[in-house]
Every structure is written in structure tokens, then in C-alpha cells.
């Protein structure tokens, strides 16, 4: 019979990705740069819960937004719309990002001179999960017409984010949706994990969140 190679090529991406991801965040670190990872399903309001995070803070750091999508620049347009730095990457199809797509986006974007970057990551519960994109924190919204199953869905996206943002609580009386099973099931599967209940249309909890963002770029950039 003859012999072959088999190569654990999945392995070998995120042994190499993982590597990456470190030495930019010690990049980072010296750079004094909070880079923040959002990640979220398409339609859960990023975008809408990054303008308003944008207006809470624009006054006391200088924000650069990447958005990352498969195609097309909505999202640019509508942060370049509030005055911010921003910058669009497509992925050619890739459904996440990397550590050296996001590199590429921090020098696209000159972010050296900021506080605080924020990458909007393609919309998807799976993939974005799997790879460490070297930023300082994860974070991710769980809109309310999602339903309060998907930490039992997507264990591996509950598992690795700092915060889970539960969006659109003002539509809360129309869908069958539990916030203390929601949280229930993520502390289970991340003790650690930070719950806030948002609405990013009319601005409930967006200052709780704010300040949380607020009070980590604050530690990264003096310790």
C-alpha cells in the first residue's frame, strides 16, 4: 500500500494564527491601542450599538472603527456619517478574521494614534468564535428576536467573550425571550462572562456599557 503525509492542516492554522494574535497584542500593549472584538448574527445591531457607544465616548478617546464584511460598505458609510475613522475590509468570502486580516486593518486604518479600535467582525456565531483576532477584549450582542436558546446553540461564542450585550430589550414584550436564562446559560458556560441588557435604538444601557469599554481601555493604557 503506498504511504502518504496527512497533515492536520485546521491544527496548523490556529497553532499559527494563535501566535500571531499574540505578538499583536504585545504590538498593542506598547502602542497603548485597546483593540475590542465585536461579534454578533447579521441583523442583532452592531452597527446601530456602535454609533451610539461612538457618541457616549467620542469626547474623551479617539475611536477608529474596521468593518469587516464579505462585501459591501453600508456599515462604513453609516460610522463615517458620525465623523469617525473607519475603515471597510472585505474578506473575499472568508465568514471571519484573522490575526494578520486584522494587522492588515490596523495599518490600513493608521491606528497608532487612537485609544480605542473597534472591529465590527462578520456577522456569524460559528466561525468569528474560532479565531483570536488579537484584541484585548471579545465582545458580543445576542439581539432579543434571536431567541434565548443560542448559548445552548453556539457554546464555543458565549464561551469566549468578556461581555455579552443583549440588544433591543425594548422590543422584549413581543418575543418569547428569558434575559435570566439567557445569562444563566452563558455563566455556565463563562462564569466570568459580563451581561448587559442594551437598546441601542432608544440608548438603555448604552452608558453602562460605555463606561465598562471606558474603564478597559483606561487599565490597558496605564498598566
Known amino acids: 500500500?503506498?504511504?502518504?503525509?496527512?497533515?492536520?492542516?485546521?491544527?496548523?492554522?490556529?497553532?499559527?494564527?494563535?501566535?500571531r494574535a499574540e505578538l499583536l497584542r504585545a504590538e498593542l500593549k506598547q502602542d497603548k491601542l485597546?483593540?475590542?472584538?465585536?461579534?454578533?448574527?447579521?441583523?442583532?445591531?452592531?452597527t446601530t450599538t456602535l454609533v451610539s457607544t461612538i457618541n457616549h465616548l467620542k469626547d474623551d478617546l479617539n475611536i477608529g472603527i474596521m468593518e469587516a464584511d464579505i462585501d459591501s460598505d453600508v456599515d462604513a458609510h453609516t460610522i463615517a456619517n458620525t465623523g469617525t475613522k473607519v475603515i471597510q475590509l472585505h474578506t473575499g468570502g472568508m465568514c471571519h478574521l484573522d490575526a494578520e486580516m486584522t494587522k492588515q486593518g490596523l495599518n490600513g486604518l493608521d491606528a497608532k494614534s487612537l485609544d480605542l479600535v473597534v472591529l465590527e467582525n462578520v456577522?456569524?456565531?460559528?466561525?468569528?468564535?474560532?479565531?483570536?483576532?488579537?484584541?484585548?477584549?471579545?465582545?458580543?450582542?445576542?439581539?432579543?428576536?434571536?431567541?434565548?436558546?443560542?448559548?445552548?446553540?453556539?457554546?464555543?461564542?458565549?464561551?469566549?467573550?468578556?461581555?455579552?450585550?443583549?440588544?433591543?430589550?425594548?422590543?422584549?414584550?413581543?418575543?418569547?425571550?428569558?434575559?435570566a436564562?439567557?445569562?444563566a446559560r452563558a455563566k455556565k458556560l463563562n462564569p466570568n462572562i459580563q451581561v448587559i441588557?442594551?437598546?441601542?435604538?432608544?440608548?438603555?444601557?448604552?452608558?453602562?456599557?460605555?463606561d465598562w469599554l471606558h474603564t478597559q481601555v483606561h487599565a490597558w493604557q496605564n498598566h
Open 123 to 179: 456577522g456569524n456565531l460559528v466561525c468569528p468564535a474560532e479565531f483570536d483576532t488579537g484584541a484585548v477584549k471579545n465582545a458580543m450582542i445576542l439581539s432579543v428576536p434571536e431567541g434565548d436558546d443560542k448559548p445552548l446553540k453556539y457554546p464555543l461564542m458565549f464561551s469566549i467573550v468578556d461581555v455579552l450585550l443583549i440588544n433591543k430589550i425594548d422590543t422584549i414584550g413581543v418575543f418569547d425571550f428569558d434575559i
Open 34 to 46: 485597546f483593540l475590542l472584538n465585536l461579534m454578533s448574527s447579521p441583523g442583532s445591531g452592531k
Open 181 to 183: 436564562a439567557v445569562e
Open 197 to 210: 441588557p442594551i437598546s441601542a435604538r432608544t440608548g438603555e444601557g448604552i452608558e453602562q456599557w460605555a
Open 1 to 19: 500500500m503506498e504511504k502518504f503525509k496527512v497533515l492536520e492542516i485546521k491544527e496548523s492554522i490556529f497553532d499559527n494564527n494563535d501566535k
